[in-house]
């Protein structure tokens, strides 16, 4: 079949309305020109990068998305809408025709063209390059250029989700040959200025933008503000005009603000208890099971995240997601279960570290509440909480039992790869299950929708019941936004404008 724009309507068309998009009063207003606009992320290390194959948290993905674009783009409907593709056709899921759009230029005025996409799509399969992006570049049998202007591109197997696929940040177009990301060149709406990894970005518009009339500013600013009160604070005082991740209990100051005003972003942002499958405690499928009972998630929603949250079901599938799994039975806090199980683990006494940071949500007093629920139960865990500076490269996945809190990809058949496959190097808690890996090959086979979510279904099944990783929340995402900036709302696909607040918002 060819695939077009109406046919991922029919797939994600229900998205938009439960995207909690509000009404804005400069919805009418004509953008204006020039400024500078200082946006604060939470995350940031020495670690930090522009290469889009090595991106590992929001705060990187919003920097790239200033430097480059993809092939294709999500629009408010989470429908994936032509970018550098002009063109982007299949008939069987296998075989796919890109046709790339002409004239479009990179910041030192070489033309875009095929070997761009060739080398932008192929360099992840290299082991050398260590990308995040490795295992999904594995289905890439083949990509060539035929012509200046055309791709082919073949999969090792159907995949119609493909098209979202190309739209995530870690495959944004790179010019051919590009090793250096100290200061790369792209086709996005800024040009690097500067780049301190840890520090921040700044950025200065790209004349030769290929969107007409984009972008607004003349300057584009990212600072880390790793400090969850300093960075509200910061735009309260007009110090920076943006600042994302406005932790729950800072919401209520920022909505009573007359500088800023409070976004509320819906996506599908979870936040998850790793329990690593390779440890003899964490990996022990009873401990698991009570770990689970113990997860008081209502409590979590209610009091911890002040309402802006949703109770998860130890699956990575969100309610307002098109493939979400209607009918599977909401898991219950239940001590007497949680006992149960603990009993038959055979680990009642024993202790194990559970590792948090401030910075995700809901994290710091689930853990507390875990250590309190397993004293309850006969284990003892003890918690430890770390900054959030440095927690993804030191402690993220590499002890028996620590959170993550996991961005929302383009589609669900992404998340499942990544962090749910057997040869992912993403799998959080190294839970190997060649059920699953077949199941996801299925799905994305699966030409029709309604068959296709029946085993999206399945597989939630599987994680909720088997997986190494409890899913306690969804969080809502919170920015803090100074009055004085306009063109700033929620997009579905992912933080900050689905990380591309750069090229959108204007000064009043």
């Known amino acids: 079949m060819k695939t077009t724009r109406r046919d991922f309507f029919s797939v994600c068309g229900s998205v938009g309305a439960l995207a909690g998009l509000p009404s804005f009063a400069w919805a009418q207003e004509t953008p204006k020109k020039g400024g500078n606009v200082r946006f604060a992320v939470q995350n940031g290390s020495v670690s930090d990068t522009l290469d889009p194959a090595k991106g590992a948290h929001s705060g990187d993905w919003t920097k790239q998305f200033c430097v480059f674009n993809a092939l294709t783009e999500f629009n408010d409907s989470l429908i994936p809408d032509l970018a550098l593709a002009e063109r982007l056709e299949s008939t069987d899921g296998m075989n796919w025709h890109v ?10 005025g070489a033309e875009l063209s095929a070997d761009d996409v060739v080398y932008s799509l192929m360099r992840h399969k290299d ?6 992006a490795f295992s999904i570049a594995k289905e890439f049998a083949d990509v060539k250029a035929n012509g200046k202007y055309e791709v082919a591109i073949t999969l090792v197997r159907p995949n119609f989700d493909f098209p979202s696929v190309l739209g995530a940040s870690y495959f944004l177009i790179v010019k051919n040959g590009a090793t250096d990301f100290a200061k790369p060149v792209g086709t996005g709406p800024f040009i690097v200025d500067n780049f301190t990894p840890g520090r921040g970005f700044s950025g200065k518009r790209n004349p030769n933008y290929w969107k007409p009339g984009l972008p607004h500013l003349d300057t584009v600013e990212i600072v880390s503000v790793p400090d969850n009160a300093a960075r509200v604070n910061a735009v309260l005082a007009g110090d920076v005009d943006i600042c994302s991740l406005v932790t729950h209990g800072y ?3 920022v909505k009573r603000s007359n500088s800023a005003d ?5 996506l ?12 003899p405690i964490a990996g022990n499928a009873d401990f698991v099971a009570a770990v689970r009972y113990m997860q008081d998630r209502k409590r979590m929603v209610d009091y911890v995240m002040r309402g802006y949250g949703l109770i998860g079901n130890d699956h990575p599938v969100a309610p307002w997601d098109p493939y979400y799994l209607e009918g599977l039975p909401q898991r219950a806090f239940d001590l007497d279960k949680a006992k149960f199980h603990m009993k038959k683990s055979g680990l009642a006494g024993q202790s194990l570290e559970v590792i948090c940071q401030p910075g995700i949500a809901a994290s710091v007093e689930g853990a ?5 629920y397993g004293a309850a139960v006969g284990f003892n865990f003890k ?3 770390v900054p959030t500076d440095g927690y993804w490269s030191t402690y993220w996945t590499k002890f028996p039992i620590t959170y993550g809190s996991i ?10 790869e990544l962090f749910y496959t057997s040869t992912s190097t993403l799998n959080e808690a190294k839970w190997i299950n060649p059920k699953m890996d077949q199941l996801l090959d299925a799905a994305r086979a699966q030409g029709d929708f309604q068959k296709r979510k029946a085993i999206y279904g399945d597989m939630q099944v599987l994680a909720h019941e088997s997986s190494g990783t409890v899913i306690p929340v969804f969080d809502m995402i919170l920015d803090g936004v100074s009055k004085k900036v306009r063109g700033y709302k929620p997009n579905p696909s992912g933080m900050s404008m689905g990380y591309r607040f750069a090229e959108a918002v204007w000064r009043a």
């Open 268 to 279: 599908g942002l979870y936040t998850d208890l790793i329990l690593r499958q390779d440890n």
């Open 407 to 416: 961005n929302n990809r383009p589609n669900v058949g992404m998340i499942f």
């Open 383 to 385: 918690v430890k909480q």
């Open 262 to 266: 409070l976004v509320v972003n819906k």
């Open 251 to 253: 919401a209520d100051q």
């Open 127 to 132: 082991p050398a390059l260590a990308s995040r």
């Open 99 to 108: 046709t790339i759009r002409k004239g479009v230029q990179f910041h030192d």
């Open 368 to 372: 507390q509440f875990l250590q309190g």
